[in-house]
């Protein structure tokens, strides 16, 4: 199973590191960016055994049809969510990773 993390979300995790660090979530740049390298790997390692959900229409109408979404908890009061397609190629199955955002700023359409 291969975790392809499409290039728009890719320039989000490297922003979200200066966000974090720049909103004072973490004291230190090195913390924010661990963070952010922690999710990738959570994400990358286990969104094929997660719990996969179908996505709302608010989602699929931005980011296509056929969506589903994983949650990722870090912190008591903090979770992500991975919106992804998955499909087929040569026999192996591909999670194909096209919008993430956390419950602080999507919750509402749940």
């Given at each position: ?14 922003e979200l590191q200066y966000i974090l ?42 980011y296509g049809s056929g969506l589903y ?42």
């Amino acid at each position: 199973m291969n975790v392809i993390i499409n290039p728009d979300v890719r320039q989000y995790f490297y922003e979200l590191q200066y966000i974090l660090y720049e909103k004072d979530y973490f004291s230190y740049y090195e913390d924010a960016e661990r963070y952010v390298e922690e999710l990738i790997e959570a994400i990358k390692k286990n969104l094929p055994s997660k719990l996969k959900r179908k996505a709302s229409k608010h989602f699929t109408d931005r980011y296509g049809s056929g969506l589903y979404y994983a949650i990722f908890p870090k912190s008591k009061r903090t979770q992500w969510y991975v919106f992804f397609r998955m499909y087929r190629h040569d026999g192996e199955i591909y999670y194909h990773v096209r919008h993430i955002e956390n419950n602080h700023t999507t919750a509402q359409y749940f």
